[in-house]
């Protein structure tokens, strides 16, 4: 029985210091497991509880390491932030990452959400869905159609030319990373995919189908033909030893249900997401470890089964 949707896991970001080595044996191990994409949260920096300030690896530096080192799941940022890069430049990025990874980059693109990393670095946080919405022309157009002139409001670009161009004809697929009504009216013209984060639907299948209903209305008045765009979804899972989440998830988040983390209920679940239309979902495990990825394993066993 072929599989009724796609599976990804996220890699750890700050629920706990992860070096590379480590980093990248979970990557292999989802790729063995047989998961079919991994994701990397684009973010800089987290204030947590305790007074502990913690960040990841940069994004792109890190996805053009685990494209190196698998052959064969797709991977992409979870998502990039239009707001942390010049666009044409971010283009260039992910064209980087679809070549080194011989086309399997999924190119998810936000407006971000967490002020604190933005003054951090130094990035603006005003205006960001305005801002977003004149990236995403510069970096959708350069991706698929490798050049761009354009004058706006935030972005000046004289004949840019994006080459090397990616790996596939029309660059990766684009997905965007929020369900806001102005993100939707910019973006579901253009993307291949949507996707939401866990605690933004409930984390269950009737929440999520209740939201890809309204996603789909969005999209037939933008001129799309039903499930033309695919949906995704984040799910959050918690195993043995997880002691919940606390990277900036709303006071609702805690009281959302996580997915039990034993194989046959988080197969159960998948099972249930497919039923709601989900063509995608993205396991945000807790914890994050070698040994729950392979728990996934035994979940995408009984799936396919």
């Given at each position: 029985?072929?599989r009724?949707?796609?599976?990804?896991?996220?890699?750890?970001?700050?629920?706990?210091?992860?070096?590379?080595?480590?980093l990248?044996?979970?990557?292999?191990?989802?790729?063995?497991?047989?998961?079919?994409?991994?994701?990397?949260g684009?973010?800089?920096?987290?204030?947590?509880?305790?007074?502990?300030?913690?960040?990841?690896w940069?994004?792109?530096t890190?996805?053009?390491?685990?494209?190196?080192?698998?052959?064969?799941?797709?991977?992409?940022?979870?998502v990039?932030?239009?707001a942390?890069?010049?666009?044409?430049?971010?283009?260039?990025?992910?064209?980087?990452?679809?070549?080194?990874?011989?086309?399997?980059?999924?190119?998810?693109l936000?407006?971000?959400?967490?002020?604190?990393?933005?003054?951090?670095?130094?990035?603006?946080?005003?205006?960001?869905?305005?801002?977003?919405?004149?990236?995403?022309?510069?970096?959708?157009?350069?991706?698929?159609?490798?050049?761009?002139?354009?004058?706006?409001?935030?972005?000046?670009?004289?004949?840019?030319?994006?080459?090397?161009?990616?790996?596939?004809p029309?660059?990766?697929?684009?997905?965007?990373?929020?369900?806001?009504?102005?993100?939707?009216?910019?973006?579901?013209?253009?993307?291949?995919?949507?996707?939401?984060?866990?605690?933004?639907?409930?984390?269950s299948?009737?929440?999520?189908?209740?939201?890809?209903?309204?996603?789909?209305?969005?999209?037939?008045?933008?001129?799309?033909?039903?499930?033309?765009?695919?949906?995704?979804?984040?799910?959050?899972?918690?195993?043995?030893?997880?002691?919940?989440?606390?990277?900036?998830?709303?006071?609702?988040?805690a009281?959302?249900?996580?997915?039990?983390?034993?194989?046959?209920?988080?197969?159960?679940?998948?099972?249930?997401m497919?039923?709601?239309?989900?063509?995608?979902?993205?396991?945000?495990?807790?914890?994050?470890t070698?040994?729950?990825i392979?728990?996934?394993?035994?979940?995408?066993?009984?799936?396919?089964?």
């Amino acid at each position: 029985m072929s599989r009724p949707l796609r599976v990804g896991v996220q890699l750890p970001e700050v629920e706990r210091r992860v070096e590379w080595p480590e980093l990248l044996t979970m990557a292999r191990t989802a790729e063995d497991v047989g998961l079919d994409s991994l994701w990397l949260g684009d973010h800089l920096l987290y204030d947590l509880p305790g007074g502990v300030t913690r960040g990841p690896w940069e994004v792109w530096t890190s996805l053009a390491a685990v494209a190196a080192v698998t052959s064969r799941v797709e991977l992409g940022p979870f998502v990039a932030s239009t707001a942390f890069h010049a666009p044409a430049m971010l283009a260039k990025m992910a064209a980087t990452v679809d070549g080194i990874s011989g086309g399997r980059l999924l190119l998810g693109l936000g407006a971000g959400w967490n002020e604190r990393e933005y003054s951090a670095f130094g990035f603006p946080f005003d205006q960001r869905i305005s801002r977003f919405e004149e990236a995403f022309t510069v970096i959708r157009t350069l991706l698929r159609e490798g050049r761009i002139d354009h004058h706006g409001r935030f972005h000046d670009l004289t004949d840019c030319v994006l080459d090397p161009s990616p790996t596939r004809p029309g660059g990766p697929p684009l997905m965007l990373g929020s369900t806001g009504p102005r993100m939707l009216r910019i973006a579901l013209p253009h993307v291949d995919l949507w996707n939401t984060w866990w605690s933004d639907y409930g984390n269950s299948p009737a929440g999520f189908a209740g939201l890809r209903e309204r996603v789909e209305d969005a999209a037939a008045e933008a001129g799309r033909a039903p499930g033309e765009v695919g949906a995704t979804a984040a799910v959050y899972v918690q195993l043995e030893g997880g002691a919940g989440r606390v990277m900036g998830e709303s006071a609702y988040a805690a009281s959302v249900t996580p997915v039990p983390g034993d194989a046959a209920a988080v197969a159960e679940h998948l099972h249930a997401m497919a039923g709601a239309g989900a063509v995608h979902v993205q396991l945000v495990l807790d914890p994050i470890t070698t040994d729950t990825i392979k728990t996934v394993g035994q979940a995408l066993a009984r799936l396919d089964a």
